[in-house]
Nanobody, 122 residues
Framework: QGQLMESGGGSVEVGGSLRLSCEAS????????MGWFRQAPGKGREGIAI???????KYADSVNGRFSISYDSAKDRLYLQMNALKPEDTAMYYC????????????????WGPGTQVTVSS
């Protein structure tokens, strides 16, 4: 069972920035790809950013150019830098770990953090 814990969510105005952090044990990063998902009220979960074991990254079109995923191996932390935030970015954000298959990171059951809320107001 993985242990992931997000932090850094909060309320911000349109155009603002936030940095989400996810604490993850070292074995998780070395074993799995990692990423960020989000779920807005009344909508399904959406994968928005992933980082493979080789450090390559992919982004959903909805956040490409505004969000940046990174991992600090010295701190065992996954980050999501979010800039130019929009009201439609309002959601619960989840850190995940998963299996890399065909260029996609598939989250593993039990490897989801509890989530951190991001609210963007106009």
């Amino acid at each position: 069972q993985g242990q992931l814990m997000e932090s850094g969510g909060g309320s911000v105005e349109v155009g603002g920035s936030l940095r989400l952090s996810c604490e993850a044990s070292g074995y998780i990063r070395s074993s799995y790809c990692m990423g960020w998902f989000r779920q807005a009220p009344g909508k399904g979960r959406e994968g928005i950013a992933i980082i493979a074991n080789d450090g390559s990254t992919k982004y959903a079109d909805s956040v490409n150019g505004r969000f940046s995923i990174s991992y600090d191996s010295a701190k065992d932390r996954l980050y999501l830098q979010m800039n130019a935030l929009k009201p439609e970015d309002t959601a619960m954000y989840y850190c995940v770990a998963g299996d890399w298959t065909g260029g996609v990171c598939f989250p593993k059951a039990g490897y989801w953090g509890p989530g951190t809320q991001v609210t963007v107001s106009s």
